[in-house]
């Protein structure tokens, strides 16, 4: 299986200010897309930000973007000015080498968002 | 708005009981998933249907089933319920495309525990 790698099991940070959350995976592919996730406390997951590993540009969605580095097969997710609705768990997803419709999922960071 | 809606939001079941977790999406996605989430191993797929009575294992389908009779419908079995299977299970449904950027779409989640 491929796999998905998310060293941070758990993070804090204080209102408006920017936090880094890491991803690393592995594949032997050369285009594909990365996916962020946000399960909230209401366990709804839903997208976050998506990039498409071709694309050199980082891909941004309001204050969430990505720092996306394809040699090191990192893909890092910053949230900027952190709002207490960002308080949730983040995964990183990663679409599988042999059929791009199955995903395969990171094991999770839990983000606090403190005021 | 899409839709995947699970059926239960909260179940408790006793060993050895067949249970049935039901899903349903309502934007006519040809691929459907069931994953598992448990704290520390993030989102594990059991099973994946790419098309109404299609079906292929995940990475842990051991210990259950699924079934898809209609395209919106996803059904998961646990033909004999153990302790070890009480976890949150999430289903998901996304387009098959021929885009890599396709996207997930989540239902809310069902918490299980089998006591």
């Known amino acids: 299986a491929q796999t998905v790698t998310q060293s941070q099991p758990e993070m804090s940070v204080q209102e408006a200010e920017t936090v880094t959350l890491s991803c690393t995976y592995d594949?032997?592919?050369?285009?594909?897309?990365l996916f962020w996730y946000k399960q909230p406390p209401s366990r709804q997951m839903i997208l976050v930000i998506r990039?498409?590993?071709?694309?050199?540009q980082n891909a941004t969605e309001n204050r969430f973007s990505v720092n996306f580095q394809k040699a090191a097969k990192s893909f890092s997710l910053k949230i900027s000015d952190s709002q207490l609705g960002d308080t949730a768990m983040y995964f990183c997803?990663?679409?599988?080498?042999?059929?791009?419709?199955?995903?395969?999922f990171g094991s999770g960071t839990k983000l606090n968002v403190k005021p | 708005d899409v839709k995947v809606t699970q059926s239960s939001r909260y179940l408790v079941k006793r060993t050895g009981e067949k249970v049935f977790l039901e899903c349903v999406q309502d934007?006519?996605?040809?691929?459907m998933f069931w994953y598992r989430q448990d704290p520390g191993l993030g989102l594990r797929l059991i099973y994946f249907?790419?098309?109404?009575?299609?079906?292929e294992k995940g990475d842990i389908p051991e210990g259950y089933s699924v079934s898809r009779e209609k395209k919106e419908r996803f059904s998961l079995i646990l033909e004999s319920a153990s302790t070890n299977q009480t976890s949150m299970y999430l289903c998901?449904?996304?387009?098959?495309?021929?885009?890599?950027?396709?996207?997930?779409?989540f239902g809310q989640g069902t918490r299980l525990t089998v006591v």
């Open positions: 998901a449904s996304s387009d098959r495309g021929s885009g890599r950027e396709t996207e997930a779409f």
């Open positions: 594949t032997s592919e050369n285009n594909y897309y």
């Open positions: 990039q498409e590993a071709y694309k050199q």
């Open positions: 997803a990663f679409p599988s080498l042999y059929n791009f419709n199955k995903f395969y």
């Open positions: 934007m006519d996605h040809e691929n």
């Open positions: 249907s790419y098309d109404v009575k299609m079906k």
